[in-house]
């Protein structure tokens, strides 16, 4: 599992980012995922690491982007996928349709964040 995070040291994740993932990558640990039958893979625009709020099954988590990469489906359709770490280092994938961007500062991501560390005061 990847070390986990809080709100003053989420900026020392490790990223993924140069390149397109490969099975490689991800035994290794640098990347999250490496996405397979789909085309033209490649970087996504996007500053690393990149704190978001992730919604997922009507529930928000504060996480970080360390992985962003777009990748075309014989369909046409442009996928925006993202690699996430959450503050118990958990890995997670989501489309970028599922996230909002947002500052290190901002106040929901940050009570989200403390949140998990409330939960564990281990951290």
Known sequence: MTPGFDTRSWAQLAIFSGGVASDDDVTSGRAIYALKDTLNGRP???DLPQP???YEDDDEFGAVVV??????TEDGETLEVL???????EEAIAF??????????DPF???L????ADEDPSR
């Open 52 to 54: 978001v709020i992730w």
């Open 83 to 89: 690699g996430l770490i959450l503050p118990s280092g």
């Open 67 to 72: 992985q962003a990469e777009a990748h075309d």
């Open 113 to 116: 964040v403390d949140a998990y």
């Open 109 to 111: 991501w940050v009570a």
């Open 96 to 105: 970028t349709d599922d996230v909002d961007l947002v500052d290190a500062t």
């Open 44 to 46: 996504l625009e996007m």
